[in-house]
């Protein structure tokens, strides 16, 4: 994932906030109602975590049924490497979200932010296995319709991610400290690290979306 710097970051923030949000389907509204319906409206970290535990979903469920997919195409051989290359790059955007996650649950421990149980680590497992199941679905039925879910929930995370940031300017001067920093990457603030998840995000949005526009004109 490429790596901004400050000035580019603060720049795609205000793009973002600017930008017009994607239209919500029903499957994307009901998965937003019912987080916020738990978790409350507010931004808060400990929520960004949750999402981050939902955002890996659709890329394992993708993986999943191209792997499925490689089994039954071996013998062609061109169609099995270009499924290859699909479980690559989602097992790479996985792994994008995985480091968010960790990153997350650093900040929340050192700032010593205490969290219930059953809302923090149980439910969120619980909508992740139904969102997998409904993203491995679509997938099954119209890899279109699953791009497209993932593309809401991963523009409605920017917006999320970004507004967080301008609602707390304390962000900027409190310096990133991360033990992942090798993998993420090195932010002069706790705003840019923010920002370059909601930048993540995006990016994983477009890609999405790109997919969807293959898939009209194959």
């Known amino acids: 994932m490429e790596r901004l710097t400050a000035e580019q970051l603060r720049k795609e923030q205000e793009n973002t906030l600017s930008a017009q949000k994607l239209h919500y389907g029903f499957l994307a509204k009901i998965l937003f109602v019912v987080m916020d319906l738990i978790y409350g409206k507010g931004r808060s970290l400990s929520k960004f975590k949750v999402l981050e535990v939902i955002a890996r979903v659709p890329y394992q469920a993708w993986e999943h049924v191209a792997y499925i997919a490689i089994t039954h195409t071996y013998k062609k051989a061109d169609f099995a490497r270009r499924i290859f290359d699909r479980v690559q790059e989602s097992r790479i955007q996985q792994d994008n979200e995985q480091w968010h996650l960790l990153i997350l649950e650093e900040w929340v421990h050192r700032l010593q932010i205490r969290e219930n149980f059953l809302l923090y ?64 990457g090195d932010f002069k603030s706790m705003a840019d690290a923010v920002r370059q998840i909601g930048y993540d995000e995006r990016v994983h949005k477009e890609e999405s979306l790109s997919r969807i526009r293959d898939a009209r004109f194959s």
């Not at 962000?171 to 993420?184: H, I, Q, R, T, V």
């Open 121 to 184: 680590r149980i439910i969120p497992q619980i909508i992740a296995f139904f969102y997998y199941h409904v993203c491995w679905f679509l997938y099954v039925i119209r890899p279109s319709m699953s791009y497209a879910l993932n593309a809401q929930f991963e523009d409605h995370a920017e917006h999320e991610y970004m507004r967080y940031v301008q609602e707390h300017p304390e962000l900027e001067s409190e310096p990133f400290e991360s033990a992942f920093k090798s993998d993420f």
